[in-house]
Structures are given as C-alpha cells and as structure tokens.
C-alpha cells in the first residue's frame, strides 16, 4: 500500500509568532495511504503545522516536499491542488445550504464553472455518499444535521475534491461511542481508496486504536515518532508530557464537625427527587450518571439556577438554600460550568478582568476599582494557578484549554468561596493540564478545607480524583462508591446497571 | 435551498399564507380592494420598491445592510433628468435609464469598496455615502424639483405605457402600467444568478459563513463588489423608473424608503444574519408591505400612524426570523 515516496515531507520547519515560536524545526512524512496520527497537548504546535500543510501559514524555515518535490511555499490553493483537505474543528460548511450543495461547491468552484448544474451536483453527491457507505438527506439544509453528520459531510466534500491526505483536526471530540465507531470505519475505508488520513488528537484509545504511525509534538518540537505498535499509554503520554503521570487515589482529610455543604432531601420537579448528600472540608466528591440524570441540575440547584422546590442547601450547617445566583455566591458557593466558553470567561478580555469579575465587590468598594489591590490578587491566583502566559495581561481568548480552565477556577477561589462544584472540569483538556488541574484542586481541599463537587462522565478521572463517588438515575443518588470499593471496574458496573434498570 | 423540508413549510410558502389571508381580510373590511383598478394601482406600487427591495436582499444575503440605496437612487435619477432638461442630452429612454443605472453602479462601488478593503460594518458604510450622495446632490448639482413642465418628453411617454387600460364606472381610463415588466425582468434574472450561477452561490456562502468561504476557495472579493454594485445599479435604476411614473425629479426623493424596503426584505424572509432570502420571498414581502400601506391609506390612517405600523412589521418580522434561524441552528 505505502510506496517509498512521502506523500508530503515536512524538514525543519519553523515557525514564529512574535517572540513565540510555535514550530521549532520540526519534520514530519506521512506516506500515501497511511493512517497517521499527530499527538500533543494543546498548543504543542498541532494546528499550526496543520496551518503550515493547508498553505494557511508560511512557514518561517524549512522545506515542504510533496511526492518527493519541493513544493516551494505553499497557499492554499497549492495545497488543495495537491490533494491536502484540511477537515477543522467547525467543518467550514455552509449552515443554510443543502448537503448537494456543501458537497460540490468547491469542486464547482475549482472548475471555474459559472453555473450551477444541479444534475450533475445530485449524482456527483450521490455517488460520494454511496462510496462512503453513508446515507444522508441530499437536500436537507446542512444545519438541519447533528455533528456527525456534518462532519461527514466535510468528509465527504474532501473525498469529491479528490483528496490524497485528509487532516483531520481533533474529530471526535463532538461525537458519540457509536459515531466514533463509524468515523473509523470511513477512516478505514478512506485509506483502502488509498487515501492517507492525518488524524489529530490527544485520545489514547484512537490513537492506539486506529493508526499506523505516531508522530508526537511537545512544545513546538517534535519528541517522538514510529509505528504504533512501538508505543503504549505511557509511552505516548511520557511522550506528550515530558514526564511520567502518577495515578492514584485521592484522600480526604478525616470528616469532623459540620458538613461544609449539605443537600438535604433536594427536590426539583421534573429535575432532582430528594438527594441528600453531605460533603465535609477537604473533600472531593465525585457525581456521575448520564446526561439527564440530574448531574448538572444538582449543580444548578446548589448555585440557585435551579431553586430547590422542597429541602435545603446548607453550608457549614446554616441554610443558605439559594434563590439566585448572587445568593449562593454570597454563601461561598462556586461553580465552573461545563462549557466555559461560551457560559464562563470572556475572551477579548485580559486575565486579569476574567479574574476579578466574580470579586469585584471587593477590589471596588465605591465607584471606583481599586488597580493594586485587584493586580495583586490576580498575581497571586496567576502563580498559585500555574497558568502558561506571560502575563496576566493577556486576553483569556489566547489560552490554551487548560490554561482557561485554570483561569476559571481561580476566579472563584479568589471570591473566598468554601465549595466548588466543577463540571466537565477537563473537558478539552490535554493529559499535562489536566494533571496540574487535579493537583490544584487537591491543594485547595485539603489546605484551605475547600469542598469540591466534581461532575464528570470520565471515569477515570473520577476514581483518580475523588476520595467518593455517587451515581445519579432519573434525579436520584443510587449508589455511593469510596475508599477501596472505588474502582473504574465498581464505577463502570454501577453506571451500566444505572443503564439497564432504571430506577 | 432545503427542498427536503416539504414545501409548504418554507419561508416562502407563510409569508404567501399570510399574504393571503390580509387579502382576505382586507377584503371582507373593504370589497373595493378586490376590483381591478385597486390591483392594478397596488402593481404600480410594487415596481420601484420591488426592485430595490431586490438589491437590499442581495445585500442582505451577504450577511450586510444598506441604507444608502434611497441616496443613490434621488441623485441618479436627478442627475440624468437635470442632464436631459440642461444639456438636451442624453435623450430618448434607454441612454437615460443605461446612465442611472452606471451611475448607482458606480456609486455601489465605493460601498463595496469601502466594506470589503477597509472591513468596515456596512450600516456604518453606507449611512456615510448615503449622507454624502445626498450632500454633494444638493450643494453641487442643486436643489430644485424638475417638474412636468419641464420634464422630458420621452420619459414621460415611457412612464405612463400601460400593458392594459381600462374605463372604470365614473368613465376614467386606468391601466397596468408596462413597468410592471421591468420589475419582474430584474426579479427573475436576479432568482436566476442568485440560484443558478457560482457568483449567487458564492453570495449564500459569503453571508453564512464568511471564513468557510474563505477556506473553500470562493473569491469573497468578488462577491462583496458584485452585491454591492448591482445593489447600486438596481437603485440608480429604480430611481429613473420612479421620476418617470411620476414625471418629476426631485433630488430629496425617498426619503424614509430605507425603512419600506428593509421591511419588505426581512418580511419576505431574508435573514439580518445573512446567508438565507430569496427572490420569491422577497417579492412577497414587498407586496405585503404596499398593500397594507394602501390599505391604510383607503382607511384614511394618518401617514405618520402608517410608519407606526411599517416600524412595527419590521421588529415582529425580524423577531420571527431570528426565533426562525436560532431554531435552525440547535
């Protein structure tokens, strides 16, 4: 299958921002009709060599050989005529026009046709879908279609543009188990047409699972690369990391006093029936269970989003039961919601500004902010955090995803808060940030008798991280997993029988 | 677009649902709508709204906005008029209406050229060559109307050709003035390149998703000065055709049309956030507009009471399209 010429050979490429450099004279070759895949943490230089392949990006050194010929600097026009197809993150389709329309476009456009033949459009479509073995609505509007189809309509799209490589950046981060499973199998499929696939990502399972070489990134260099069955776990997340992960438990400080936040007996029609759940200082309380289970509900009722309609909320016994967000605050309670994005920080902003937003009552006591006070807070959340920027300055939008999670958990320390509850808190979080992530979180707990409430379907992160568990069915508690019955086998059986008989 | 959705769940298909059914209403309140003097006068009506309404939906399409069309079509039409009266030249009908439509071509142009180098928000844009058109109109080339006794022959021949005319019971003569055709030329050309050609494509695509164009290769350049320079060209015009049917020029024509146009687009179903509309939509959305306008006027409603309700159909219009594209995006 793979001849001897690189499809495209990347040497020595460079490449700098400013005063960062984002690729460090990095080679990469990947072989016509193989599955290569491209590991790293984020902001490890993944999406700018992808930029640098798709002609997005010149590089600043370094040469780029397709077929084994120097291919001068590439554009994007270049690229795509090389057969380079870049699938990004938002597949780059056109919402309100039809899946015909999405799939031809660009080989119209490349044609320089002037019209549009709609005949030839469907059986153009028509027969892309049927060599994907895909079945799609031809004339449904793209928007109409959930993520997975989309994405195979972008897939599809650079098949019709007669691809040779097809990137694909981070794919599976919007899909399910069982869509996972079908992006394989058209990987699979792809590569027997003698397609190459580049496939990004920073999931173990894929990339042990599905492809034939490895290329590791680590901080704009490249640290390692080979065949796959050269690697395991440990080896690619050494690889990535540059150090070895620890995995273990996590043990709380023994329970005394009152509980620092209690449920008691919490109902929310139609949400949550009568949880109670106590949680002492220094604890790390694990909740898991389906979407729809009451995960996040029980979240939003202790953050007075979603006001208990019977029981109450206690915070170091007094009843706080918040009627509003600013209520709960007020009693110290925190909370990082799953999509940070769009729900949490704002990203023209600097870190300082996202720091202080949730505080700021207390640096602005009158009409005016005080600038010393609120910078030196900021300083010392900014290095308590560990967060990777050069100052606390820069706009948040500029982060990596660890990095603006970090930022987003310590503007709620900075409020004082006793409880934290965390949801999704690694979610789009490569295996170093998500580390230092874990590590601040147990800090805080154990020295500051912090309370945390880590909502979260990834279970090993739950048994690595919490010193209990508890599992939601249908807005009720149905089991309660510590100590050395916290296993990711005891979890993984309690969830599936959650699934089989509903409570 | 999205022929999978049955057709009589598009946009398209309510906006006639609702038209009809203010036919009908209107109708029952007032028989009168319903004779052939009253369709015919609401056919003339549509013909200059209409086809500007057909250069803001190409505009809007692209995701933009433009104010400046009313500007554009007062100073072309009062140049070519003021050059016909002055000059005796150009003369005829086809040289005066091929020179308002370069002029609003040209001035299209700098928007185009204002929005797509400079990057600039095209509200801001045009709102600035709109006061500027009318400006350097009135300081340099005047302020007095051409009025009948003046105004040339030829064009108002043309303006006052009817398809049909007819005697209604009190002996006047009425008719179905020619231009009606003029309006559906433009607006079935415009459906043509809008559905049929790269170029109308590229304009969806550009309003949707302005970066995925980008990527796909479509040269976004290209189709902002296409937009924008046919959006003037229809303005120029429709400018002559108004001073023609009504034989005068007045360089402070259209005022407030703005409000009329945009209205009747975001009725006929165009998106404020780009990348949805459609010629049918759109010409739907134009007949509802002048047809409740004439309604309001035959109930002897106060002209500022009607831009009340115009106001008031724009913010309910564009309310139901935003609820309508957000439910799309989920």
Same mark, same amino acid.
């Given at each position: ?25 990095? *080679?990469?070759?990947? !072989? ?30 370094? @040469? ?33 026009? *039809?899946?015909?329309?999405?799939? @031809? ?18 059986? !153009? ?42 990137? !694909? ?16 199998? /058209? ?16 999931? !173990? ?28 776990e440990a080896a690619i997340t050494h690889a990535m990391t540059g150090r070895a992960l620890e995995v273990g438990h ?22 949550? +029936? ?83 937003? *949730? *505080? ?7 009409l005016g902010l005080n600038r010393k006070a609120a910078a030196d807070a900021t300083r010392e959340m900014f290095d ?15 982060? +990596? ?31 170093? +940030?998500?580390?230092? /992530? ?43 997993? +510590? ?21 | ?17 609702? =038209? ?21 006068? &609401? ?54 209406? $091929? ?14 050229? $204002?929005?797509?180098? &400079? ?16 400006? $350097? ?46 309006? &559906? ?112 006027? =035959? ?32």
């Amino acid at each position: 299958m793979t001849t001897n010429t690189p499809l495209i050979e990347m040497r020595g490429i460079t490449k700098r921002f400013g005063g960062v450099t984002a690729l460090d004279d990095v *080679s990469l070759q990947i !072989m016509p009709g193989e599955i290569h895949c491209l590991a790293g943490e984020n902001g490890s230089g993944k999406s700018t060599i992808i930029k640098v392949m798709s002609g997005v990006y010149q590089p600043d050194a370094g @040469t780029i050989l397709i077929d084994g010929k120097p291919a001068g600097v590439l554009d994007p026009v270049k690229s795509t005529a090389a057969g380079i197809q870049v699938i990004y993150q938002d597949f780059s389709l056109f919402p309100a026009l *039809s899946v015909v329309e999405n799939l @031809t476009i660009n080989s119209f456009l490349h044609e320089g046709a002037r019209l549009v033949d709609r005949k030839r459009a469907r059986a !153009m479509a028509r027969e892309v879908l049927a060599r994907l073995d895909v079945d799609l609505p031809l004339d449904a509007a793209v928007e109409t279609l959930p993520t997975s189809g989309r994405q195979l309509v972008a897939i599809a799209r650079a098949v019709l543009a007669d691809a040779r490589l097809i990137i !694909m950046d981070e794919p599976t981060t919007a899909l399910t188990g069982r869509e996972v499973e079908r992006l394989f199998r /058209i990987t699979r499929d792809l590569q027997a047409h003698g397609i190459a696939i580049l496939f990004v990502s920073h999931k !173990m399972r894929e990339m042990l699972d599905l492809s034939e070489r490895l290329t590791v990134f680590r901080n704009g260099r490249k640290v390692a690369e080979g065949p796959i069955v050269n690697f395991d776990e440990a080896a690619i997340t050494h690889a990535m990391t540059g150090r070895a992960l620890e995995v273990g438990h996590y043990d709380a400080p023994a329970a005394e006093g009152a509980p620092r936040l209690e449920f008691r007996d919490v109902s929310v029609p139609g949400h949550l +029936s009568n949880v109670s759940l106590k949680l002492w200082p220094g604890e790390v309380v694990g909740v898991s269970g389906l979407i729809g289970s009451g995960r996040t509900e029980l979240a939003l009722a202790a953050f007075g989003m979603l006001p208990p309609a019977t029981g109450a909320v206690l915070v170091d016994g007094q009843d706080v039961t918040p009627r509003s967000v600013q209520q709960a605050i007020d009693a110290g309670i925190a909370y990082v919601p799953e999509d940070r994005l769009s729900e949490g920080l704002f990203l023209t902003r600097s870190i300082r500004d996202n720091s202080i937003v *949730s *505080s700021i009552r207390r640096f602005a006591p009158g009409l005016g902010l005080n600038r010393k006070a609120a910078a030196d807070a900021t300083r010392e959340m900014f290095d308590g955090m560990a967060i990777a920027a050069p100052s606390p300055e820069v706009a948040v939008g500029t982060l +990596s995803g660890g990095n603006q999670q970090r930022v987003m958990i310590g503007r709620w320390l900075m409020t004082g808060a006793k409880v934290l509850i965390l949801n999704g808190p690694t979610v789009g979080v490569d295996v170093g +940030s998500k580390a230092t /992530i874990h590590a601040i979180i147990h800090r805080m707990a154990r020295e500051e008798g912090l309370a945390v409430l880590m909502i979260s379907d990834d279970v090993p992160e739950l048994v690595a991280n919490c010193n209990r568990v508890v599992t939601m069915v249908h807005g009720r508690i149905t089991a309660e997993l +510590s100590g050395d019955t916290l296993t990711e086998d005891a979890l993984n059986d309690s969830l599936r029988l959650n699934i089989e008989v509903p409570a | 677009m999205s022929a999978q959705n049955a057709w009589w769940k598009s946009t398209e298909a309510m906006v006639a649902g609702i =038209l009809l059914l203010a036919m009908v209403l209107i109708g029952l309140v007032n028989p009168a709508f319903w004779s052939l003097e009253n369709l015919f006068s &609401l056919a003339r009506s549509n013909v200059v709204i209409g086809i500007m309404a057909l250069g803001v939906l190409l505009i809007m399409i692209s995701g933009g906005i433009d104010v400046s069309f009313p500007a554009f079509a007062a100073a072309a039409a009062y140049l070519v008029v003021r050059a016909m009266v002055d000059w005796g030249w150009p003369t005829g009908v086809l040289v005066p209406f $091929l020179l308002a439509t370069l002029a609003g071509a040209a001035m299209g142009l700098v928007n185009a050229t $204002l929005v797509w180098k &400079l990057r600039m928000i095209p509200l801001i844009v045009t709102l600035g060559t709109a006061a500027m058109a009318r400006g $350097l109109l009135n300081g340099v080339v005047g302020t007095s109307n051409v009025n009948i006794n003046k105004y040339p022959k030829s064009l108002i021949e043309f303006g006052k050709t009817d398809l049909v005319t007819m005697t209604n019971a009190k002996g006047a003569t009425f008719g179905l003035p020619a231009t009606v055709l003029a309006y &559906l030329g433009l607006a079935l050309a415009i459906h043509f390149v809008l559905s049929r050609t790269m170029i109308g494509r590229s304009v969806y695509a550009y309003g949707a998703a302005p970066e995925a164009a980008k990527r796909v290769g479509f040269r976004t350049g290209r189709s902002l000065i296409f937009v924008y320079v046919t959006a003037g060209a229809l303005a120029g015009f429709a400018g002559l055709l108004h001073s023609s049917m009504i034989w005068m020029a007045n360089p402070r024509d259209f005022v407030g049309w703005e409000l009329d146009v945009i209205a009747a687009v975001v009725l006929g179903g165009a998106s404020i956030f780009g990348g949805r509309g459609s010629v049918l939509g759109t010409m739907l959305g134009v007949f509802i507009l002048v047809m409740i306008k004439n309604s309001l006027i =035959l109930m002897g409603i106060d002209t500022t009471w009607q831009r009340v309700v115009v106001g008031a159909m724009l913010i309910a219009a564009v309310a139901l399209t935003a609820l309508r594209d957000r439910k799309a995006i989920v």
